[in-house]
């Protein structure tokens, strides 16, 4: 059974940073893609970035890219969510997922996900 576990939330004001990490536990196959998506109140879920664990590849939101960078650790088992330039639009909480396939944006497409990590950006 795999266990996500993010942490590293917070508040912070506008221009700040915070950086998420999500430690994952027991095993996934080594193809497969991990991510990040965030909820703010009211709003759907929505994806933020994705990593390709076995290649490195990194996408982004447009709303995040230049911004954010999705990181993985050597051993794989460790996501970080580096946030950089925080705005008050980026409030929501943040959820780590992995065991995606496919297109890396559809949170559909993946089957583990972590219980969220809060941030709030103040203006």
């Known amino acids: 059974q795999v266990q996500l576990v993010e942490s590293g939330g917070g508040s912070v004001q506008a221009g700040g940073s915070l950086r998420l990490s999500c430690a994952a536990s027991g095993y996934m196959s080594r193809n497969y893609i991990m991510g990040w998506f965030r909820q703010a109140p009211g709003k759907e879920r929505e994806w933020v970035a994705s990593i390709i664990t076995q290649s490195g590849s990194t996408f982004y939101a447009g709303s995040v890219k230049g911004r954010f960078t999705i990181s993985q650790a050597n051993a794989k088992n460790t996501l970080y969510l580096q946030m950089n330039d925080l705005v008050p639009e980026d409030t929501a909480m943040y959820y780590c997922?992995?065991?995606?396939?496919?297109?890396?944006?559809?949170?559909?497409?993946?089957?583990?996900w972590g219980q969220g990590t809060q941030v709030t950006v103040s203006s």
């Open positions: 997922a992995a065991g995606g396939v496919g297109w890396y944006a559809n949170s559909n497409n993946y089957e583990y």
